[in-house]
């Protein structure tokens, strides 16, 4: 079993920075070998990429909409991975939800991710 737990949501203004934390929980096994994502939602949107990571950081991929702004990395010994979000806009209003890819691709498309977390709430205000 793979349960994935996410943290640090919130309401912050614009400019504001925030940082998201995805824990890895996966019985009796490591997550070292699986890639990671962060992908939001918006109302009324389709989820969207992030961000995604593999264990080993030899592959880091963003979305253009992000790009220069966020921040992902992980820690393989805490199973944990974040997601460093700086000049925050409105527009970053989301669920943000961490996903689990267990082939390890840190691929951008949400089909290639086997375990998602429940999500967490980022509101930017103006």
């Known amino acids: 079993q793979v349960h994935l737990v996410e943290s640090g949501g919130g309401l912050v203004q614009a400019g504001d920075s925030l940082r998201l934390s995805c824990q890895c929980q996966?019985?009796?096994?490591?997550?070292?070998?699986?890639?990671m994502g962060w992908f939001r939602q918006a109302p009324g949107k389709e989820r969207e990429f992030v961000a995604a990571?593999?264990?080993?950081?030899?592959?880091?991929e963003y979305a253009d909409s992000v790009k220069g702004r966020f921040s992902i990395s992980g820690d393989i010994t805490k199973n944990t991975v974040y997601l460093e979000m700086n000049s925050l806009i409105i527009e970053d209003t989301a669920v943000y939800f961490c996903?689990?890819?267990?082939?390890?691709?840190?691929?951008?498309?949400?089909?290639?991710?086997?375990?998602w977390g429940q999500g967490t709430q980022v509101t930017v205000s103006s």
């Open positions: 990571i593999s264990w080993s950081g030899a592959r880091i």
């Open positions: 996966a019985s009796g096994r490591t997550c070292g070998n699986y890639a």
């Open positions: 996903a689990a890819d267990l082939f390890g691709r840190a691929s951008q498309s949400k089909s290639e991710y086997e375990r």
